[in-house]
């Protein structure tokens, strides 16, 4: 009897936060990226992040984020069960922060320890930066 193959994907959630104001410019800056194992892990960091910001908002704001933080963000946590992508955004002034979960499928890495390096392996070191 043959036994199947065990998968190099595991599954999970790509979350990460985007920003854009006048100090970055007119495209978005990648701030923070987190690799989530569940749907729950993927919005609990998002939910982290924006609790942390909430108290600088303008009031409109704050109440449309807490009543988010206060249950809104099932909406979010249904849709990554359903495999699709999920985002939410604060606006503050002229700064604008989005965050995005979506699954993936991640990929083992082979373990460096684990194998045998070739030979030539030991010959390189890391450069470190002079302290000038």
């Given at each position: 009897m043959l036994t199947p193959k065990k998968s190099p994907a595991t599954p999970g959630y790509w979350c990460e936060c985007w920003t854009q104001s006048p100090s970055t410019g007119d495209l978005p800056v990648l701030l923070a990226s987190f690799d989530a194992a569940t749907a729950t892990q993927a919005v609990r960091?998002?939910?982290?992040?924006?609790?942390?910001?909430?108290s600088a908002l303008t009031p409109?704001?704050?109440?449309?984020?807490?009543?988010?933080?206060?249950?809104g963000y099932l909406t979010e946590l249904q849709e990554l069960v359903r495999t699709n992508p999920c985002t939410f955004e604060v606006h503050h002034e002229d700064t604008h922060i989005q965050w995005t979960a979506r699954p993936v499928l991640f990929?083992?890495?082979?373990h460096r320890e684990a194998a045998k390096l070739p030979p030539?392996?030991?010959?390189?070191?890391?450069?470190?930066?002079?302290?000038e």
């Open positions: 960091w998002i939910r982290v992040a924006v609790r942390t910001i909430a409109d704001e704050f109440d449309r984020v807490w009543h988010w933080l206060a249950g990929l083992a890495l082979a030539c392996a030991d010959q390189f070191t890391v450069r470190r930066p002079s302290s």
